[in-house]
């Protein structure tokens, strides 16, 4: 079946715009993360939803993002006032529930110029 | 979590077992082991979780003595496909949701 999936693979935006990034998780996986990775490091941990509610946003840099997941399906990664620091792959995974494999997108290269 | 040390490259040759061990030394007693592989430009993949002793799939083997302060990733056999970085990492058990959290990995390079 379908793996996860995230849109745009790139996006490059300038300092102080606003930016979304989707993932699209494994259908019927009810517990999806997000994860951020810089060069060299490997991925730090976002925040994680259980359903459509974020049971953990304590990875989340500040108040500039902002995650959502109405449905309990897609998800989206909201970074306002963004800052050349904020570059990054920002990656999604999902499993089937709190536990288990988490299987990851392909990730979103964000480039902040 | 217990923190993970990994040494962070090495080298190899096609056709050679590769082994790459990880340090633990605070692991608890309801600790987990896993190791993920991740190539440029993708997500992590799910390799391999063991508790203690052996474990094996159809990608890999690992070690874990029965103090579990250290494990040992055991790849037969690399090809040219295993030029990956492989993450070392220790998740509580029985918890449901898993923060996973994630070192500098060891960046394997695989030559012909």
């Known amino acids: 079946g379908a793996g996860v999936s995230q849109t745009p693979s790139n996006k490059v935006t300038e300092k102080g715009k606003y930016v979304e990034l989707r993932c699209d998780p494994i259908?019927?996986?009810?517990?999806l993360y997000w994860y951020r990775q810089s060069l060299g490091q490997g991925p730090e941990f976002l925040i994680y939803?259980?359903?459509?509610?974020?049971?953990?946003d304590s990875g989340l840099p500040n108040d500039r993002f902002f995650a959502v997941r109405p449905e309990g399906s897609v998800s989206t990664l909201k970074i306002q006032r963004t800052e050349r620091g904020d570059s990054a792959m920002y990656l999604c995974?999902?499993?089937?529930?709190?536990?288990?494999?988490?299987?990851f997108g392909p990730g979103t290269r964000l480039t902040v110029t | 979590l217990a923190k993970t040390t990994q040494p962070i490259s090495m080298d190899s040759y096609e056709g050679q077992e590769v082994n790459i061990t990880c340090s633990h030394n605070n692991i608890a007693t309801n600790d987990y082991i896993t190791w993920y592989q991740q190539f440029p430009s993708q997500g992590p993949r799910f390799i391999i979780q063991?508790?203690?002793t052996k474990v094996t799939n159809e990608v890999a083997s690992l070690f874990i003595p029965a103090d579990r302060k250290s494990s040992t990733l055991s790849l037969p056999r690399v090809s040219l496909s295993d030029t990956a970085v492989y993450y070392c990492?220790?998740?509580?058990?029985?918890?449901?949701?898993?923060?996973?959290?994630f070192g500098t990995g060891t960046r394997l390079l695989v030559s012909p």
């Open positions: 939803f259980q359903g459509t509610g974020a049971a953990d």
């Open positions: 995974a999902s499993s089937p529930g709190t536990g288990g494999e988490q299987y």
């Open positions: 990492l220790v998740e509580r058990g029985n918890t449901g949701f898993q923060k996973l959290v």
């Open positions: 063991g508790y203690k």
């Open positions: 259908s019927g996986h009810t517990a």
